[in-house]
C-alpha cells in the first residue's frame, strides 16, 4: 500500500463522522497504486446494508478530495456480474487492489481475494452475437470515416471508432476492456504492437487529416474476426442465444386479464414445441429495468437445447405471437443469466426442477399468479417446511435465518431509489415497519391457522429441498456472498444459508410476490415461531 498513514486516519476520521452505519469499507485507486499525482482524488468504496441502490459522491474533508462510492451488499453479486458480462471489470479492479479499511465482519477478507481471482479470469468471452453486433457498429463507423468529405466535421465519429475498436480489440482477446487510461494500459499489457499502430493512427489522422492508417488497422482487426458487415440482419444472428436457455420478458401492466392471457398463450406455444423437443421452464417476477416502471415485469425461462433455440423455437415464437391479440409485449432472446446467483451451472442444474415444479402450480389454475393470499399461504407453507428440512438438526438456528434474511431483503421495501438522504430513508424504513406490523395484527388469526395446517407444498418440492442439502458444489461457494449472515456460523454454514437465501428468494419470485413484499414473509413467519 501506498497511501500514508496519516491520509488513512483522515479517511477513518470521515468515516466515522459521515458513515458510522457502514457495513465495510475501503479504499483503492492511484493513491493505493502510488500513481496518484496533485489532480488525484481518493476512491472509497463504503458498503452498506441499508440502501438498495449503488450511487456516488465528491466530498473535500480536511484538504482531501474523496470520490466515494456506495454499493449495497445485496447488489454486490449482480454488479459483479454485469462487470463480467460487459468486460467493464470496474468493480473487479477497484475492490481486487484495494486496501482494507474497515471489515469487522470479514466480508472484505473473503471479497478481496474473490475480485483478484476473478480479474484474473478474465471477461466474459465475446459470444456469436456480441462479435456481429460489435463488427456492424465498427463496419458503420470506418465507412462514416471512409467517406468523410471534411474529417473535422467527424470528430466524435472518430472518436467512437476508436473507442470501439480499442473495446472490440480486448473483448475477442478475453481481457478486460475498462475505460479511460486504464483501456490504454490494458491494451499496452495485450499487444504493445496494436498500442503503438492505435497512437499513430490517432496523431494521423487528428494532426495529418490522414485517415488511412486508421482505417487500415481497422479492417485487418475485423479481418482476424470475421471481417466487416456492411448490412444488419435481425432475422439471423441477432435472434440467436449462446446457453441452452432463452429468456422471455413480458411488459407487464396493470391489466391483469391481459397477462394472464399472454400467460396462457405461452404456455400453449410451449406445449406444442415439447413435440419437437425436450422443454423445461419457468415464469418468475422480477425488478424492471427500466427505472421509469414501478409495477413487476414477468420473465419466462426457456430450458432446452442452444441450437434448438437458434434454429427453430425463436422463430416459431416470433410467427407465433404475430398473430396473437390482447397480449403483453414481449421481449426476446432478454439478456439475462438465471444460472450467476446460483454459483454455477451445477448448482442450478440440481435446484431448476424446483422452480419447473412451483412455476406450473402458479400458472395452471386462472390468475393464481395474481392470488395474494395463496401466494403468501405458499410462502408461508414453504418457509416451514425449511424449518422442517433445513433446520431439522438445529430449528433454534431458524428463527436468527429469518432475521437473516428480513435483513437482506427489508431494504427492497423501503428505498425506491428516489432519495439519497440519509433521514428521508430512515423514516421510508420506519413507515414500512409500521405497515408491516399492522398488516400482520391484521392477518394474524388467519395466518397462525394457515402455518399450523396441513402443508400444501407438493412432495416433489420436498425431495428436491431434501435433495438441495446434499449438493456437494455448495463448497465452491464464495463466502462474500454470505453478506449479514450471523459472525457465530462456520463458513460452511455461512455458504447453506447464501445459497437457501438464493432458493426461497427465486421460489418467491416464482409465486409472482413483488420483490418489494419479498421480506414480508420472514417478518410473517419469525413472528409466528416467537408467538409474538
Known sequence: MKISKKVVEKILLFLSEYYPSQYASLVTGSHVEGTNNAFSDIDIIIFTKDRNNVYNEMVLFHGLKLQTIIIPVQNLQEILWVDYISGQGTFVNMISKAHILFDQTNFLKYLIPHTKELKLLGAKPLSDYENYMSRVKITSLLFDVMGADDIDEFLYTILNLIDLVTQFKLKVSGSWCSDGKYRMKLIKALDENFYHRLTAATAEIY???????????????????????????????????????????????????????????????????????????????????????SEQNIYLVIETEKEFINKFL?????????????????????????????????????LSPLFYSISKLMTTEKLRFSNSSYQIQFAVHFLKEAKNIWFAERPDMFCPFLQYLFDCWFVFTYDDGLSFKTKELLDSRRKNLKKFETSYEDQKEKLLKSY???????????????????????????????????????????????????????????????????????FIVKKIELND
Open 314 to 350: 425463436i422463430d416459431h415464437l416470433e410467427l407465433f405471437i404475430s398473430g396473437q391479440s390482447n397480449i403483453s409485449r414481449l421481449l426476446f432472446p432478454c439478456q439475462y443469466d438465471p444460472v450467476y446467483r446460483f454459483s454455477g451451472k451445477k448448482i442450478y442444474d440440481k
Open 207 to 293: 494532426g495529418k487529416k490522414n485517415r488511412e492508417v486508421l482505417v487500415n488497422l481497422t479492417t485487418e482487426l475485423l479481418k482476424e474476426h470475421g471481417g466487416l458487415l456492411a448490412y444488419y440482419s435481425k432475422s439471423n444472428t441477432l435472434s440467436k442465444v449462446s446457453q441452452d436457455y432463452l429468456v422471455v420478458e413480458l411488459d407487464t401492466d396493470s391489466n391483469i386479464e391481459r397477462i394472464n392471457h399472454t400467460i396462457q398463450i405461452l404456455e400453449e406455444f410451449l406445449q406444442n414445441s415439447e413435440h419437437h423437443k425436450k422443454i423445461k421452464y419457468y415464469f418468475f417476477s422480477s425488478k424492471p429495468v427500466s427505472i421509469d416502471k
Open 452 to 522: 399450523n395446517s396441513k402443508s400444501i407444498i407438493d412432495k416433489s418440492v420436498l425431495t428436491i429441498m431434501k435433495k438441495s442439502k446434499q449438493i456437494r458444489e455448495i463448497k465452491d461457494i464464495s463466502i462474500y456472498k454470505a453478506y449479514l449472515a450471523p459472525d457465530v456460523l462456520s463458513e460452511m454454514d455461512k455458504k447453506y444459508w447464501s445459497l437457501y437465501r438464493e432458493i426461497i428468494f427465486k421460489t418467491f419470485s416464482i409465486l409472482f410476490i413483488d420483490n418489494r413484499l419479498i421480506s414480508y414473509i420472514p
